[in-house]
């Protein structure tokens, strides 16, 4: 049986602790032995990050330089074209073949918005969807139709996640870590500390590098 490999998409402007915990908890918890981090690439007609592609990807490296469990991938921040995961998701089957079980991780916010995202229904045909909570954000779907979609495709078996290599969505009982980068940005820009929130070589970088100055 091939090892359950999950990917984690994100803007990381910055990573912090409210990325990191759920999913090492979730890793933990079914059995993932490789996560890879996919900081997305912004179009130009959305609100930019303030800080730059590589500056988004060299975090990520601090923040993992003593994860193993973790690696970075920078294929979204490679394309032209708005970060689709269904896209991303297409382009990791091509190289892996159909067989390997994958995962998608996303936190409780996005799997709220989920029906908003591009081709959202092909995703579980790619993936299984793994979901961290986040706290302030509903329990329950906003529609009964999505409500009734979750419920379908729920496992509460976390060996059938190795079993098979797309379909299922898990909601996983992680840590509630209340955390954003918009207050990490925000707390930067007013001069406040912000060592409980995220590694102390992102924050290292960070000051380096004179992202998120006052
Ligand atoms: P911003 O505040 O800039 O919107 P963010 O902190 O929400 O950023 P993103 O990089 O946009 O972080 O998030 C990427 C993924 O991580 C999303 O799937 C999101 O749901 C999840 N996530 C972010 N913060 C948390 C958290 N504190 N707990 C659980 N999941 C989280």
Known sequence: MSELHALFGGTFDPVHFGHLRPVEALAQQIGLARVLLLPNN??????????????????????????????VDIRELMRETPSWTVATLETLRAERGPQPPLGFIIGQDSLLSLASWHRWK????????????RPGYAAEMGSPEMQRWLEDH?????????????GLIWLADTPLVNISATEIRQRRHQGLPCDSLL????????????????
């Open 42 to 71: 912004v179009p130009p007609h959305r609100p930019q990050p303030e800080a730059s592609p590589a500056q988004r990807v060299e975090m990520l490296r601090c923040a993992i330089a003593d994860r193993l469990l973790f690696a």
């Open 199 to 214: 590694p102390p070589a992102v924050i290292d970088y960070i000051d380096r590098a004179g992202l998120y100055l006052k």
């Open 122 to 133: 092909d995703l579980l045909s790619l993936c299984h969807l793994l979901v961290c909570k």
């Open 154 to 166: 729920l496992t509460a078996d976390a060996q059938q996640l190795h079993q098979q290599p797309a």
